[in-house]
């Protein structure tokens, strides 16, 4: 039998709340336990290394933001979480990821259940050519759920829950291609969320937005950590500081700093960090 994470949220019929169920992290865990822990990652695309012995601890229902110059592997890494990378060629990994004590990189890990407890929303928002409705139930239908109340009610939840049933709820059979850029980074994070995923991974979700539309992605993002860890990568610090609540720099592939985020634009302990978020370079 495939190993796979601890239990979560069951997509069926009778989808639960998350009240009902906290699929937060191993027996036995504490509100402080890290969720995610990586231990001596080192990445590498064929001779090319991109990751450096990288250890890191994310605590649950938290946002961490990766911060860092272009090409420093906050993208790389934030894909080793749901196992991405093992869709590009030559790539070879070593060390450890575990997320709630299970070992990730597993060879009897079900990579695709890894990816229904973790879920990713990407820098371009990426609706299907399907109504508003369909690209939030497209998930819950290819686990088999067919039952029209149950997808109502998990569209619905969904939506609300991404902060955007307000603005369709009058036309969720209309083409999702027909809403804003703002709308649509919107409904991707919905359609992330149906499943009721453990963590939500972030690649620069606001990069392409308005300044309007990045509020609003950034205090639904302070809503949502109420419910699912979060991790981000920004190239934006003031978007860091405004909604994280620790931070990570990283530079040519090494991480050379984590602590709170207060401390890390503040305090950095590092002259690196310091000279990053002080726009001396980057």
């Known amino acids: 039998m495939p190993e796979s994470l601890p239990p979560a949220v069951t997509v069926d019929a009778g989808l639960r709340s998350r009240a009902d169920a906290d699929p937060g992290a191993a027996p ?12 001596g990652l080192s990445l590498h695309y064929g001779a090319a290394r991109a990751l450096h012995d990288v250890t890191l601890d994310i605590p649950p229902r938290q946002v961490t933001a990766f911060i860092g110059p272009s090409g420093c592997g906050k993208s790389t890494l934030l894909r080793c979480f749901n196992r991405m990378n093992d869709l590009i060629d030559h790539v070879r990994i070593e060390g450890s990821v575990t997320i709630a004590d299970q070992p990730i990189y597993s060879p009897e890990v079900d990579v695709i259940e890894l990816r229904k407890r973790v879920g990713m929303v990407f820098q371009k928002s990426n609706p299907f050519p399907k109504s508003i409705y369909e690209n939030v139930a497209y998930a819950l239908r290819l686990h088999g759920v067919r039952d029209r109340r149950t997808l109502d009610d998990v569209v619905e939840r969904s939506l609300r829950g991404a902060a955007l049933w307000d603005e369709v709820k009058d036309r969720l059979h209309a083409s999702a291609l027909g809403l804003s850029g703002g709308q649509q980074q ?10 009721e995923p453990q963590i939500l991974l972030m ?19 302070l809503d949502l950590k109420k419910d699912f860890t979060i991790v981000i990568v920004t190239h934006n610090m003031q978007q860091a500081a405004r909604i994280s609540d620790r931070t990570a720099f990283f530079y040519l592939g090494e991480l ?8 890390l634009f503040t305090r950095p302990s590092r002259k690196q960090t310091e000279d990053y978020v002080t726009g001396r370079f980057g």
Not at 28 to 39: C, E, K, S
Not at 186 to 193: E, G, H, K, S, V
Not at 256 to 263: G, L, P, Q, S, V
């Open 186 to 195: 919107r409904l991707c994070i919905a359609r992330a969320i149906a499943i």
């Open 256 to 263: 050379i700093e984590a602590d709170t985020t207060r401390n």
């Open 203 to 221: 690649d620069e979700p606001a990069s392409a937005l308005d300044p309007i539309a990045t509020a609003r992605i950034e205090d639904l993002i």
């Open 28 to 39: 036995g865990a504490t509100p402080d336990t890290p969720l995610i822990r990586v231990a």
